[in-house]
Structures are given as C-alpha cells and as structure tokens.
C-alpha cells in the first residue's frame, strides 16, 4: 500500500469466528472519490470486511485506518460519525415510519444534525434517490427496489464521505440495476468514496474503476475490472470457464 493516498485502508485486518478465519491479512485501500468493488463467491469474507470496516465486529488483528486514523475497536456510532456507513443486504428501516421519517431519523442521529438541518436534507436525498413522491407513505409499503433506494438515502442522509454498499442491486430487474448503477455513480459524482460488494459482473465491470477479489477470507487479485475477469485465480475461484 505504500505511496497510494487512501481515505480508508486495511492492514493485515483478519477476522476469526471461533475455529472459523472469516478474513485472513487482508490488505487493501479506498482512493478518494473512488468506487472499489469487491467480488468473491459466497464465504469469501465480503460481508464480513464490510462489518469490521463499519465497526459492527472487532477485527481479530489488523488495523483499519480512516484518513489515516485507526477506527479498529470503535463502536459503529462512532465509526459513523466519523464519516463511514453501510446498507446492508437485506434493507433495515424503520417499518411502521414513513419514508421521510426512516431517512430523518440518520440525519438526527447518524449525523447528529438539528431537526430543521435533518428535514430539508431528508427531503433533497429522497429527491436525488427518486423517492421524493413516496416520502409520506410507511416505509413497509416500499417495493424490493424502493427499500434499496431508501438504505442509500438513508445512509447518504447520516453525511458520511465513505460509503460501503453490500450487494444494493440483488434480487433487481434489468432495468432498475441500470437505474443503481447510474445512481451509484451519481453517489460519486456527489464526492463521495463507495466500496461495493455486488455478484452481478455486469454491474461491476459497469461501475467500479478497481476490483478487489476475496475467497476464504484472502485476498486473491486486485486490480481493474477487466484484469481481474481475465485472472486465472479468479476464474478458477469464482467466474468458472464458461464465463471466461
């Protein structure tokens, strides 16, 4: 990593769950206004380097650094604060509040802005996600690609510069992941740094500028996405010659 100018770097981060090593030394770095995706099959220790990073689990050893700060042992309010957050695969919202509420409840407290403060940025991050018309209705009325667009808002809503996204485009049709990969890169443009854990390649190859690969809890390759579609270790791991 030396020389690479990062606003969010790990060293040597290892994660064990009992007998089980989640992530094993895993280095890697976040430039600015950089999109990383991280690929790898299912238990390769992507949502788990998600969790270290966002402070809801310890690394093992290792260390996580934030503008070259180390956040490791950090509760994840603090970690938010500082400016990182995540979506997660399943969306969690707040189901009995509306649309508006869910997104205001991040400013008040992932921020901790002042309510007239949280509101209006409630209302423009509802705007840019495309959800501005649904800002009354109870969140749990929200169809799959909806809830997706309301944990972004939601995150982008606590401030955060770093933006870690576990697989925000699964289970979505042809045409809303065209929608979320334009959308993610409109995050971007808004001066934001995003990792993304996503098994679409096509989303992939299709926003991120780097590709980081993991498989039982290694990193494995590194590098621009069409590179890392042609690495044999990647192929043998994860993509499968068909693919190829």
């Not at 790898?40 to 290792?62: D, H, Y």
């Not at 749990?140 to 770093?162: C, W």
């Not at 926003?207 to 980081?212: G, K, M, P, S, T």
Request: hydrophobic share 45%.
């Amino acid at each position: 990593m030396t020389g690479i100018v990062a606003v969010l770097e790990c060293r040597a981060v290892s994660k064990s769950f009992g007998a089980l090593l989640a992530l094993n030394g895993v280095d890697l770095a976040l430039r600015e206004g950089e999109i990383l995706g991280i690929i790898g099959p299912n238990g390769a220790g992507k949502s788990t380097l998600f969790n270290v990073i966002a402070g809801l689990e310890r690394p093992t050893s290792g260390t996580v650094y934030y503008r070259g700060c180390s956040m490791s042992g950090l509760p994840t309010h603090a970690v938010c604060r500082m400016g990182i957050a995540k979506t997660f695969q399943i969306p969690r919202f707040f189901p009995r509040l509306t649309v508006l509420e869910n997104v205001l409840v991040a400013g008040l407290y992932g921020k901790g802005a002042g309510l007239r403060e949280a509101q209006r940025e409630a209302e423009e991050w509802l705007n840019f996600v495309g959800l501005v018309d649904k800002a009354g209705s109870p969140a749990a009325k929200l169809s799959i690609s909806e809830r997706r667009r309301l944990d972004l808002a939601r995150v982008l809503a606590t401030g955060a510069q770093v933006i870690l996204l576990d697989e925000n485009m699964a289970g979505l049709s042809h045409n809303e992941m065209e929608a979320a990969v334009s959308l993610v890169r409109s995050v971007r443009d808004r001066g934001k740094s995003l990792m993304v854990i996503e098994h679409v390649m096509r989303a992939i190859v299709g926003v991120a500028d780097r590709v980081v690969v993991l498989n039982y809890g290694e990193k494995i390759a590194e590098g621009s996405p069409g590179e890392v579609m042609r690495d044999p270790a990647v192929i043998n791991a994860y993509l499968g010659e068909a693919y190829a």
